[in-house]
Nanobody, 116 residues
């Protein structure tokens, strides 16, 4: 069955960096558009970044443009989110999402906390 497992979250000081990973299994990873979402307490889930399946085109939410970078390694069935210049408002649970046609898969999420 399809599975997405996020890792790399944790506690970091403002201005610091983290790299999240999302390992995929059980489906044809290269066909799926991959997304990172986040959800902070009391807020709606927010799209952070998108990367295309084969063209690798990327798009970012306004709040993270210039600070976050999404990438994928189809040979390793993994998508990454490099997060730099982190701010307290980036604190949230970060979720990995894979989409292709009617198929839509989610990971369990990884907590990112930005605090001094």
């Amino acid at each position: 069955q399809a599975r997405l497992v996020e890792s790399g979250g944790g506690l970091v000081q403002p201005g610091g960096s983290l790299r999240l990973s999302c390992a995929a299994s059980g489906f044809t990873f290269s066909l799926h558009r991959m997304m990172w979402y986040r959800q902070a307490p009391g807020k709606e889930r927010e799209l952070v970044a998108v990367i295309g399946s084969t063209d690798g085109d990327t798009n970012y939410g306004d709040s993270v443009k210039g600070r976050f970078t999404i990438s994928r390694d189809n040979a390793k069935f993994t998508v990454y989110l490099q997060m730099n210049s982190l701010k307290p408002e980036d604190t949230a649970i970060y979720y990995c999402n894979a989409a292709f046609g009617s198929f839509d898969y989610w990971g369990q999420g990884t907590q990112v906390t930005v605090s001094s």
